[in-house]
């Protein structure tokens, strides 16, 4: 009972890079699934998470060696997924996104060239927004992709399974392009609780 008093760990701004963890390998793809944002989505679960919040949902993926290789062929899946009509878009998880940005940012700069903005792009992510202000160029590049973040470590002591897309009540749904404008952050406008 005593380790789920644990804490997240707590990085310094560009402690943690990419290119020092990323082995570039996913935990899981699920297409066409309901749980993972809003609306009909195609879900990447990317391997590798240095947070390591008790109580989190995905232990395995937070191993950076677990899962199977990104591959071109994996990729080529998901943007066939995305074509479909009723697919509103893609999301990322983990692991954590933003320690795997080369698998990331090759996917989400692919489906802003194929798709333009009619397929959103939603993360989760264990770096709080102002935190997220303070990090490597590459995680930026990526926050600059996404339409929604859900921001924050998963606290097991704020855990309420009735919110919305979150797991502890900690975890916001931003709106990244509104919050980026803006230079604050702006909360999702579809937020219920």
Avoid at 60 to 79: C, M, N, S, V, W
Avoid at 131 to 140: A, C, F, I, Q
Wanted: proline share 4%; net charge positive.
């Amino acid at each position: 009972m005593r380790q789920n008093m644990r804490e997240p760990n707590n990085p310094t701004p560009k402690e943690w890079l990419s290119k020092d963890h990323s082995l570039k390998r996913i935990a899981d793809y699920k297409p066409f699934n309901f749980v993972d944002g809003e609306g009909v989505r195609c879900s990447l679960y990317v391997s590798g998470c240095l947070f390591r919040c008790p109580g989190c949902y995905n232990v395995a993926a937070q191993d950076f060696r677990y899962g199977k290789p990104y591959t071109k062929e994996l990729e080529d899946k998901i943007i066939t997924d995305l074509d479909h009509d009723y697919v509103q878009g893609l999301t990322l998880l983990g692991g954590e996104p933003f320690l795997n940005t080369e698998v990331c940012l090759s996917l989400c700069k692919r489906i802003r060239k194929e798709f333009g903005h009619s397929k959103d792009i939603w993360s989760w992510t264990g770096y709080s927004w102002d935190e997220m202000m303070k990090e490597s160029n590459d995680k930026l590049e990526l926050l600059s992709l996404l339409d929604i973040l859900v921001d924050g470590r998963f606290l097991l002591r704020k855990k309420d399974l009735t919110l919305q897309f979150r797991g502890s009540s900690n975890q916001r749904i931003i709106d990244v392009q509104k919050s980026l404008k803006q230079n604050k952050v702006v909360i999702w406008d579809k937020l219920v609780r």
